[in-house]
């Protein structure tokens, strides 16, 4: 019943910018987090941001502090990334990644993912 869909993915050249959606459906809990991993060729999902509705933290992995923002639209249940200033190791598939009862994201549910692609 938990579903995650992503969108926004494409090609941009460095320096552009993209906003991804995730839409959400099915949660029936208050306390749950929700973010995006990505994962790009020949390495393992890495977490990007992540947003607990529990404790109302907001984490930003390292390389990406400043450029991208996570942030949500409660009337259409839908959580964005914000990327701007891409770079080129941005690259990667953008997956949104979802945990009913945790304080962080580690992926109970994922969507399908979504492209990203950045030139130089």
């Known amino acids: 019943e938990v579903q995650l869909v992503e969108s926004g993915g494409g090609v941009v050249q460095a320096g552009g910018s993209l906003r991804l959606s995730c839409l959400a459906s099915?949660?029936?809990?208050?306390?749950?987090?929700i973010g995006w991993f990505r994962q790009a060729p020949g390495k393992e999902r890495e977490g990007v941001s992540c947003?607990?509705?529990?404790?109302?933290?907001?984490y930003y992995e390292d390389s990406v502090k400043g450029r991208f923002t996570i942030s949500s639209d409660t009337a259409k249940n839908t959580v964005y990334l914000q990327m701007n200033s891409l770079k080129p190791e941005d690259t990667a598939v953008y997956y949104c990644?979802?945990?009913?009862?945790?304080?962080?994201?580690?992926?109970?549910?994922w969507g399908q993912g979504t492209q990203v692609t950045v030139s130089s």
């Open positions: 990644a979802a945990d009913l009862f945790g304080s962080t994201c580690t992926g109970e549910y």
């Open positions: 947003f607990s509705n529990g404790d109302g933290t907001t």
């Open positions: 099915g949660f029936t809990f208050d306390d749950y987090a």
